[in-house]
């Protein structure tokens, strides 16, 4: 239980260009989602804390304008990259947290598969 | 700032051995959690131990939490080749209400 799908896995774009990614939390309710991005061989960097229902908020230096968060319901929220450019290239994961069901997840998250983008 | 501090950075092993990681952190925690991410993939949560408890088992995985050292370690015993990963340690707060923050994790590798 508690699954988070991430899609798409990867994504290659040109630079310009806008992509959304989208995480659905499969047999729960998900109110809060984070967003990750994560450079090779580095730790995951918190971009922004995703609310159902409300603006998302944003770690210092994130540009709000450039990665837009939308949780429209309590099972999906996306991340759009907007005006892409080559170093917006990274790998992105999703995390959503689980309050209930099994004690093996309880005050725990579950992450999405992550989603490479390579913009060109 | 990033809680969890993994430590080694890497590990190199071979198959059968006994893999050991550690995780320091700088604040009163809830639960510490260990994940571990396969290259290119997500991070799939492993065990969680809580600030209450000294040891945890899962299979071939033991957790050690001691709160006055502010440190965790991982220590998986009988290691295979498919346990060739990075590995990650977060740390809950009081009230749960708290966002995963991750160090750079320790990349294991397993020879077969």
């Known amino acids: 239980g508690a699954v988070v799908s991430q899609h798409p896995s990867r994504v290659i774009c040109k630079s310009g260009t806008s992509v959304k990614i989208e995480c659905r939390s499969l047999d729960f309710q998900a109110t809060t989602m984070f967003w990750y991005r994560q450079f090779p061989k580095q730790s995951l960097m918190l971009m922004a804390t995703?609310?159902?229902?409300?603006?998302?908020?944003?770690e210092q230096g994130v540009e709000k304008d450039k990665f837009l968060i939308n949780h429209a319901s309590l099972t999906l929220s996306t991340l759009t990259v907007t005006s892409a450019h080559p170093e917006d290239s990274s790998f992105y994961i999703c995390?959503?947290?689980?309050?209930?069901?099994?004690?093996?997840?309880?005050?725990?998250?579950?992450f999405g598969s992550g989603t490479r983008l390579t913009v060109v | 700032s990033q809680q969890g501090e993994e430590d080694p950075q890497a590990l190199s092993i071979q198959e059968g051995e006994n893999a050991t990681m550690n995780c320091s952190y700088k604040?009163?925690?809830?639960?510490l959690q260990w994940y571990r991410q396969n290259s290119g993939r997500g991070l799939v949560h492993l065990i969680l131990i809580r600030s209450n408890e000294r040891e945890k088992h899962s299979g071939r995985l033991r957790v050690t939490l001691d709160t006055s050292k502010k440190s965790s370690s991982l220590l998986i015993t009988a290691s295979r080749a498919a346990d060739t990963a990075s590995y990650f340690c977060?740390?809950?707060?009081?009230?749960?209400?708290?966002?995963?923050?991750f160090g750079r994790g320790t990349s294991l590798i397993v020879h077969p």
């Open positions: 977060a740390t809950g707060t009081s009230g749960g209400s708290y966002i995963p923050t």
């Open positions: 995703s609310n159902e229902g409300s603006k998302a908020t944003y």
């Open positions: 604040t009163s925690i809830n639960n």
């Open positions: 995390s959503a947290r689980v309050l209930t069901g099994s004690a093996l997840f309880l005050n725990g998250y579950t």
